[in-house]
Nanobody, 121 residues
Framework: QVQLVESGGGLVQAGGSLRLSCAAS????????MGWYRQAPGKQRELVAT???????KYEDSVKGRFTISRDNTKNTVYLQMNSLKPEDTADYYC???????????????WGQGTQVTVSS
């Protein structure tokens, strides 16, 4: 089993910054990509950013230039640096991992429990 534990959420004023972290543990054979999704109240979950094992990144348009995703492959950890936060960034942020738990496994998607980010105006 793969476990994902997020940290770093909280309350911040508009224009401020937060850094989210997500550490993966358990049986991990390989990781294809890690990333972050978010879900605001009453809205669907949406992709925020992803990063592959090779370092290729992808961002949702509204966060480009403000958020930066990075990862430490030696620690199986992914980070999301969020700058210039806006009230519309308020949401629960979920870490995700796409990979295999053992050599014969299929590629599966794993999710963390989420961490809340609230941006006040």
């Amino acid at each position: 089993q793969v476990q994902l534990v997020e940290s770093g959420g909280g309350l911040v004023q508009a224009g401020g910054s937060l850094r989210l972290s997500c550490a993966a543990s358990g049986s991990i054979f390989s990781i294809n990509a890690m990333g972050w999704y978010r879900q605001a109240p009453g809205k669907q979950r949406e992709l925020v950013a992803t990063i592959t094992s090779g370092g290729t990144t992808k961002y949702e348009d509204s966060v480009k230039g403000r958020f930066t995703i990075s990862r430490d492959n030696t620690k199986n950890t992914v980070y999301l640096q969020m700058n210039s936060l806006k009230p519309e960034d308020t949401a629960d942020y979920y870490c995700t991992l796409s990979g295999r738990a053992y050599v014969a496994d299929f590629v599966r998607d794993y999710w963390g429990q989420g961490t809340q980010v609230t941006v006040s105006s």
